[in-house]
């Protein structure tokens, strides 16, 4: 059953992907071989522990395996929800350079979350770091970066109408001084 895709698969998850996947990287590759994939990209939620496995299934099913990451994304002072940011590792050096940016995300847990922020990607992706231009970085998903840009005012929005549900339970000053006024008239 070769659908025959032409170039690959990206933005994988496997059961290392806590919360998102229960495939195994067998399953993965055999899979992605079936669909007559040449390549196939592993970007397990937060995590590379899969790497080892992924790499050996895929080289069983005779496809070319590239273990990539979906990072989470959150700044110190952020006031938005974390966001998430692919990437893939165009080389050997994109990939280390990869793999120590989750280190140093596994120093940043935030509600239970390896969270990278801008601070890590300067340090291991810009202009003079040892994944600069080895590594292909995109937007992911709905909870990718440009995603939550595009969907900040619903977020504000969604927010503030919780507060407003909440602030509607309590009486304001006024109206209960109010209250108390009609009671002592009646």
């Known amino acids: ?33 079936e669909m007559g994939a ?11 522990t899969g ?3 992924f790499l050996r299934a895929a080289k069983n099913n005779g496809i070319k395996g590239i273990p990539g990451l979906e990072a989470y994304l959150l700044e110190d002072d ?22 120590k940016a989750l280190t140093k995300a596994n120093t940043r847990i935030i ?3 390896p969270c990278m922020n801008t601070a890590i990607l300067r340090e291991f992706f810009a202009e003079g ?5 080895e590594v292909i970085a995109t937007s992911a998903c709905v909870s990718g970066v440009l995603a939550r840009i595009l969907l900040r005012n619903s977020d ?20 209960e001084w109010t209250r108390n006024q009609q009671e002592k008239l009646a």
Do not use: W
């Not at 692919?86 to 050096?93: G, W």
């Open 38 to 48: 040449p390549a196939v990209v592993l970007t397990d939620h937060g995590t590379m």
């Open 51 to 53: 790497t080892l496995s």
């Open 111 to 113: 509600d239970g979350f």
């Open 156 to 175: 504000v929005e969604q927010e503030a109408e919780k507060l407003r549900q909440r602030q509607s339970k309590y009486a304001r000053p006024d109206e």
């Open 129 to 133: 770091a040892c994944g600069h231009g």
């Open 78 to 99: 952020a006031h938005t929800k974390r966001c998430h940011l692919l990437l893939i590792p165009k080389s050997y050096t994109g990939y280390q350079a990869i793999a």
């Open 1 to 33: 059953m070769a659908t025959n895709i032409k170039y690959g698969i990206i933005h994988t998850h496997s059961e290392h992907s806590c919360r998102d996947s229960a495939m195994s990287t067998e399953q993965l590759c055999k899979r992605a071989a």
